[in-house]
Structures are given as structure tokens and as C-alpha cells.
């Protein structure tokens, strides 16, 4: 603790140069969150007419009762709305409003309740294009339903609610539908399904086209994306690799691009629970800069703060990261 805080005093003073840093590093801390708070949460129901299709989601609500920005979470395959509450809690506590969504077909009925035997026949059977398409339909969907819940004086998110400046994450199955909604192509065609009410995007185990090219799949992504993975991040189902996984950063243009690469971090390093294939213990430490580079990054490109901009573009970020993790922007 005492290293970090002696980090922070001299980069604050001294950037590297001699010169004192107008922005100073001890200005800027993407862990520091309200004494005593704890997030209220609803768990709602959205209605998608069109595809007859029902979507719920959590909303982790922030201490203001102001406007506030939203700040949107996927799941990953067999996942469901409770899972990665840990994200919802830290987001909220720093003013967004996170909406925790959860995809019918391949969500945590694909195995619940089922012999164990079967669980994992189930978990393959819903990971295909087709839930994909529908996943992707599930953002706008949401998106639709809390701008009409803010304007509604009857509904308990009145008023509470900004849909201007949204932020949009994932992990694995959720990190592949915040690509596709956030600038992702398909072939030579830009996804249809991108939304241009999402202004920033965190991918946690994002995964490389499966046909075509990466560079033409990513060419089309405007807004800032921030990918983060490590170097265990495998997973069962789906066959991306560490290095899938890790060529999508080099594929992505240039701007406001950020890649974090947590060291014997597995596939469960982003979630808040094991999953099947872990082979080694957990580290807390992943989730602290897991915490801290999203929180940075939301008050970047969402708030416009300089100050977070600069925290995730400086030495700053090594705080809150250990020897042999990777980060690199561009």
C-alpha cells in the first residue's frame, strides 16, 4: 500500500521529466467510491413485442436520483443477470446506472435443472449464431424500454435514467455481443446490429471472427473500445484461444484503443464465481484492476473526464496492475 501511495505522490509531482504534471495522478482515483454505500437493485422484465420475446435485467441504481449515464452488461454463455454483481455494485457506487441484461436460449436454463450429465450437451447446443442474433436484438430492446420507464412519472426509474452517452460490456458469449453491437462487421457489411446510442465499449474475453478478416471485420469501429483477457483465458466451449483472443486489439484502428492482458488470469478471472476448467486459484488482485480500468475508462468517454483520461493514457494504470501483466493502448 505504501509503494502505490509513494508511485502516485512522485508521478503526480514529476512526470518523467522534471516537469510538474498538470493533471496530477493523485486527482484521479477509480477506486475510491461513497462511504457506507450499497446499491439498490430492481430486477425488471422487458418486452420485445416484435420477437415475442421476453428479456429480464437488474438494474444496480447510483446514490444520485439525477439523470445518470447507463452502463449496459452482458453475460456470458449459460450466464444470467446475477452473475458479475461485483461490476453492477462498483459502477453504481460510482454514479452510473448498470443494467445487468439476461438472453433468453443462452442464459443459465440451458443447464439448470438438468442432469449433470446433460449440462454441458446444453451449454453447446446454445451457443450458435442464432442466439447471437437474438442477443444482439436484446440491446436496442432494453435500451427502447428504459427510455420510455425514464419518461414515465409512475415508473420507479423516472427521471433516473440518461440514454445519450451509454456504455456497452461483456464477458466471452457477452464480450462477443458488445462487438457486434459497438461497430463489429460482418463480412464486408456493417453489423446491423450497432447501436449509436453506445459510446464506449469493454469486451472481457473478446473473441476474433471466426471467417474473414479481422482487419475488415474491426475496420468500422468508431467509438473507444477496451478489450481485456489473460493469458489462461480459454475456454470450453466456443474454441477461442489465448491467441484469438489476443488478436483482436492489433485489428482495431487506431484511437482511443485499450488492451488489458492479465497474467494466469483463466476465463473466470472476469466473473465473480469458478467456472468448469479452472485449473488454478483465483487472484483478487485481477478483480481490482478489472474495477479500476472500466471505471476509468466509463469516466473517459462517457463523462468526458479528463482527468480518467489521463490516468488510463500515463504510468498511473501500473498502480492498480502486478509485474507481468500487459497494457497497452494506441
Do not use: C
Not at 449496459?72 to 446506472?97: N, P, Q, T
Not at 440491446?139 to 419518461?151: G, K, Y
Not at 473478446?206 to 477496451?226: C, D, H, L
Not at 466473473?271 to 475508462?297: C, E, K, M, W, Y
Request: charged residues 25%; without cysteine; glycine residues 8%.
Amino acid at each position: 500500500m505504501f509503494d502505490r501511495l509513494f508511485f502516485l505522490i512522485t508521478f503526480a509531482l514529476v512526470n518523467g521529466t522534471g516537469v510538474p504534471n498538470p493533471v496530477v495522478a493523485t486527482q484521479y482515483d477509480p477506486m475510491v467510491l461513497p462511504k457506507g454505500f450499497t446499491a439498490q437493485t430492481m430486477k425488471l422484465e422487458v418486452t420485445d413485442r416484435k420477437r415475442d420475446r421476453e428479456i429480464p435485467i437488474k438494474v444496480y441504481l447510483p446514490e444520485s436520483e439525477s439523470p445518470s449515464t447507463v452502463v449496459m452488461f452482458s453475460h456470458g454463455l449459460g450466464g444470467d443477470r446475477e452473475g458479475s454483481a461485483y461490476l453492477g455494485e462498483h459502477w453504481a457506487a460510482r454514479g452510473y446506472v448498470a443494467v445487468f441484461l439476461q438472453h433468453a436460449g443462452s442464459d443459465s436454463g440451458v443447464w439448470k435443472d438438468k442432469p449433470i450429465g446433460d449440462r454441458m450437451k446444453g451449454m453447446q447446443e446454445a451457443a450458435t449464431g442464432r442466439n447471437l442474433i437474438n442477443r444482439v436484438g436484446d440491446v436496442p430492446a432494453v435500451l427502447n424500454q428504459l427510455e420510455e420507464w425514464n419518461r414515465e412519472t409512475s415508473h420507479p426509474l423516472h427521471g433516473r435514467i440518461d440514454t445519450e452517452r451509454v456504455g456497452m460490456s461483456g464477458h466471452s458469449f457477452g464480450a462477443l455481443t458488445t462487438q457486434s453491437v459497438s461497430g463489429q462487421s460482418a463480412g464486408r457489411f456493417r453489423s446491423r446490429g450497432t447501436d449509436t446510442r453506445i459510446k464506449a465499449a469493454v469486451m472481457m474475453s473478446p473473441s476474433e471472427p471466426r471467417m474473414g478478416n479481422a482487419k475488415q471485420a474491426f475496420a468500422n469501429v468508431e467509438i473507444p473500445w477496451m478489450l481485456m483477457t489473460g493469458t489462461k483465458d480459454t475456454a470450453i466451449i466456443g474454441g477461442q484461444t489465448v491467441q484469438s483472443r489476443r488478436a483482436v486489439f492489433p485489428a482495431l484502428p487506431e484511437g482511443d484503443k485499450y488492451e488489458l492482458v492479465l497474467h494466469d488470469a483463466e476465463h473466470s478471472a472476469f466473473s465473480d464465481r469458478s467456472l468448469p476448467g479452472d485449473q488454478g486459484a483465483r487472484n483478487p488482485n485481477h478483480h481490482v484492476a478489472i474495477l479500476a480500468l472500466s471505471t476509468a475508462f466509463w469516466d473517459a468517454y462517457l463523462r468526458d473526464d479528463a482527468a480518467a483520461k489521463a490516468w488510463l493514457q500515463s504510468e498511473s494504470v501500473r498502480t492498480v496492475l502486478e509485474p507481468k501483466d500487459v497494457w497497452q493502448t494506441k
